[in-house]
């Protein structure tokens, strides 16, 4: 089948060690050839010699000598500096064929300046949940909804561990610990039974240290906070990830947390790790209730929640961890690529 697009222009907000870049910048563009033979250029800023003329290549081959079936990318530019501003030249000159893709509210969490120029001049935009749709409809009529997509890796849950494990992975601060502490801790704290709480994400060692002091004395729960994880190894991470018999993905209901992508579950379901959630945002998308996790709106349903899983027989568990990892169909990469060649080709 022939695409209107041949070639991609994608200019992202940071290098690739984030998280954002990786799932719906690199990873996506190195599928995209590989299935479809498109061709692109990745640009990110940066001050050393290789990533300023990789930069100059891309811009102006995009500004001056454009080519032929070629749209634009701009992946979550916030920033008020130089490589924006002419990244918003870019755009103003540029229109056809570009798109500002993004899969956070950064928002409600910068200056809005940046991010709200791109909105308008660019042609489409494409976001990463419903909440940003709807803030991105106001200031433009071509909004896409494509959910980020996981790495494909081959790391999956074979067997449960014999301490019951309890995990969660993320940026461990803002919200996020917000909701770890009004969920979760007061949930596993109050558990009368042996387990393993790993944590992945804690970069502060004051954070570290607050943590253990929460559970200290507590002869239930054994913490692992590792602080050395290669997040450029997603092999690693999600080895770790496939050592979790349960993941833990609470967020605080407000516009910031349901903009967010359940990338946490998508992490968790395609290790074939059954979640626990509330019901915000995209969560309530992608997690079945007693199909691929639980749904839990307060502490004391984490904790009850917690018991069960503890308590489930093998059959059981199995089915859980089965459901998690059959509904990867539904944001892998040969999913995200499917969608955003639709997306391409209108």
């Known amino acids: 089948m022939k695409h209107k697009v041949d070639f991609i222009y994608c200019f992202s907000y940071f290098n690739p060690v984030l998280p954002s870049v990786r799932y719906r910048a690199v990873y996506p563009l190195q599928y995209l050839e590989k299935r479809f033979g498109i061709r692109y250029i990745h640009v990110y800023p940066g001050y050393k010699k290789k990533v300023i003329i990789n930069f100059m290549k891309g811009y102006f081959s995009a500004l001056l000598f454009r080519k032929k079936n070629s749209i634009i990318i701009f992946q979550r530019i916030y920033t008020l500096g130089i490589y924006a501003i002419l990244l918003k030249f870019l755009a103003f000159v540029r229109k056809r064929g570009t798109y500002y893709d993004t899969d956070d509210a950064e928002h409600l969490m910068r200056n809005p300046a940046t991010i709200n120029y791109f909105i308008r001049k660019c042609e489409n935009c494409i976001v990463g949940s419903e909440e940003l749709k709807t803030w991105a409809e106001f200031n433009n009529r071509q909004v896409y909804l494509l959910t980020s997509p996981v790495f494909d890796h081959h790391q999956f849950k074979t067997n449960r561990e014999k301490i019951f494990t309890i995990g969660w992975i993320g940026c461990f601060g803002r919200d996020h610990k917000v909701a770890l502490y009004k969920y979760c801790f007061p949930a596993i704290k109050s558990l009368t039974f ?19 002091q929460y559970f200290k004395g507590n002869k239930y729960v054994q913490l692992e906070i590792p602080m050395d994880t290669d997040w450029l190894n997603e092999e690693e991470v999600y080895t770790a990830v496939s050592k979790f018999d349960v993941g833990l ?57 917690l018991c069960l899983f503890n308590n489930l027989g093998e059959e059981e568990y199995n089915k859980y961890s089965k459901n998690a990892l059959d509904s990867v169909s539904g944001f892998d990469l040969d999913h995200y690529g499917a969608e955003l060649m639709k997306i391409l080709d209108l």
């Open 194 to 212: 042996a387990v393993k709480f790993i944590i992945m994400g804690v970069v502060c060692m004051d954070d570290k240290n607050e943590i253990e």
């Open 249 to 305: 993905a609470p967020l605080i209901d407000n516009e910031i947390h349901r903009s967010k992508s359940a990338f946490k579950l998508k992490q968790y379901f395609s290790c074939g790790v059954p979640g626990l959630s509330n019901r915000v945002g995209e969560n309530a998308i992608f997690l079945q209730h007693e199909i691929n996790g639980l749904f839990c709106e307060n502490d004391n349903d984490f904790y009850k929640a």
